[in-house]
């Protein structure tokens, strides 16, 4: 019975040893996926202001074109 509990302890502290590496190998992969994160997360914004900043001079460049021809060509 003893050598049954002393068995059993070492599988437990073979467990608890494998469940700790395989801990410390998700808290590194969370450390990677949120720096990933951060670094989409900035890309996405850089994008939206990319995309609102074209709109606009999209919107303006058809104002000047508009107001050219209507004015003269020659603008």
Do not use: F, P, W
Not at 9 to 20: D, G, I, M
């Amino acid at each position: 019975m003893q050598a049954n509990l002393v068995v059993q302890e070492a599988r437990l502290n073979v467990a608890a040893a494998e469940l700790n590496s395989a801990q410390a190998q998700l808290d590194d992969k969370q450390r990677e996926l949120d720096k990933v994160q951060a670094m989409y997360d900035g890309a996405v914004r850089e994008k939206q202001v990319i995309t609102h900043t074209l709109r606009q001079s999209s919107t303006l460049l058809a104002r000047i074109i508009i107001y050219c021809h209507s004015r003269s060509r020659d603008c």
